[in-house]
């Protein structure tokens, strides 16, 4: 036998609505943001297109609009982006540290040298990249600085220190304006990086995306010197550096500029510097030794007139 059915009226549960979910609040308003283009060969592929969809942007090429745009846009943020900056275009971080010293500074440079990155960190950017930089990379960059907040502004301004001397060896890239050779200019870029290791032809070509024949010719023709004889310069010059201190040997000075042959070392320095690396030695002790009494003497003779 079968008892009655229980029937339990259900409770009235309405179906929420998925065309209008409830508000919750209003979309987040992209960061504002300021891209300098401060590269020297414009018509090569830029960070920018990656970068343009995430932020409400004002883009300067010029250094001369720099300092209005910013103030116009109020960015929360800016992009400086280089390609091989000479002194006059990595001017503009100082400016800015100067003028805007609460401005977060993102630099991104194809051209690095631990020097380079020394400089822009002791200038505050707020991050440094080395190209190339992926499109994932750059958005969570861009992302983190338009949510990033100031705990600490700066109320003074903010004066960058003098370029290193890295920066601006005998041969090095920032000598003469990167406009100057805009072909090669990555080849030079790269020999002050790895001077030391061998350094053939093809490999910077292939850097410049030219063939050996053609960037030989525009090598030349940007620089008066073929690309081995400004290597073997570049590699002379730093000799001269390495030299000069106290407890190195002249053979270990020729391995570490590049050379595996020290006669052949030998050979070059003397056919370029006009004197044998023992010799030039000897000449730069002998002067750091007679420069040493000379200041003695001045030394005693200010604290006399005390």
Known sequence: M?????????PDMATPSLACPSPVGPAPQPARAVWIDLRCQPDARSLWPDAAPHADWVRVTRLADLGGAVARQRPQFACLEFDYPD?????????????????????FTEYHTEALAIWAFRCRVWDYRVKPVSADTLVRLIQAAGAFVRRVALDGGWFAPALPPGLLAPAGHLRRPLTAAPRTAAAVAWIGEHY?????VKTVADLCHLSESEFSRAFHREHGVS?????????????????AEPLASVSQVAYEVGFNDLSYFGRVFRRIVGVPASHFQQRLQAQAVAAVPACAESFQSSAGQR
């Open 227 to 243: 690309y081995l004889r400004f290597l073997l310069h570049y590699r002379i010059d730093r000799a001269r550096e390495f030299l």
């Open 2 to 10: 079968t008892g009655p059915t229980d029937k339990r009226k259900k």
């Open 196 to 200: 030391a290791e061998p350094c053939p």
């Open 87 to 107: 002194r006059t275009r990595l001017a503009a971080v100082p400016l800015l540290r100067r003028e805007f010293p609460a401005l977060p500074l993102l630099m």
